[in-house]
Nanobody
Framework: QVQLVESGGGLVQAGGSLRLSCVASGIIFSMNHIDWYRQAPGKQREFVAAITSSGYISYSNSVKGRFAITRDNAKNTAYLQMNSLKPEDTAIYYC?????????WGRGTQVTVSS
């Protein structure tokens, strides 16, 4: 059974930093593509960042230069380092793992950025 658990969210002032973690179980983590998405109140879930099994990385324009996605295959964990946070970054952040014939989501972690 695939399970993804996000952590590291919280309340931070604008300009601050947070590091989110996504721990996976039930999959061969190194073979999977990992995405981070976020959903703000009243808005659709949107793509934030992705890292492929081979390490190719992509970001949405709204976070490029401020956020960094990494993975540690030995720990079955993906990270999202978020710097220079803005109030508009406030959302629930979700990680998603996808591979051959499946995709799975975590339950999310709340990030709130105060102005």
């Amino acid at each position: 059974q695939v399970q993804l658990v996000e952590s590291g969210g919280g309340l931070v002032q604008a300009g601050g930093s947070l590091r989110l973690s996504c721990v996976a179980s039930g999959i061969i983590f190194s073979m999977n593509h990992i995405d981070w998405y976020r959903q703000a109140p009243g808005k659709q879930r949107e793509f934030v960042a992705a890292i492929t099994s081979s390490g190719y990385i992509s970001y949405s324009n709204s976070v490029k230069g401020r956020f960094a996605i990494t993975r540690d295959n030995a720990k079955n964990t993906a990270y999202l380092q978020m710097n220079s946070l803005k109030p508009e970054d406030t959302a629930i952040y979700y990680c998603k793992a996808s591979g051959s014939g499946f995709s799975s989501w975590g339950r999310g972690t709340q990030v709130t950025v105060s102005s």
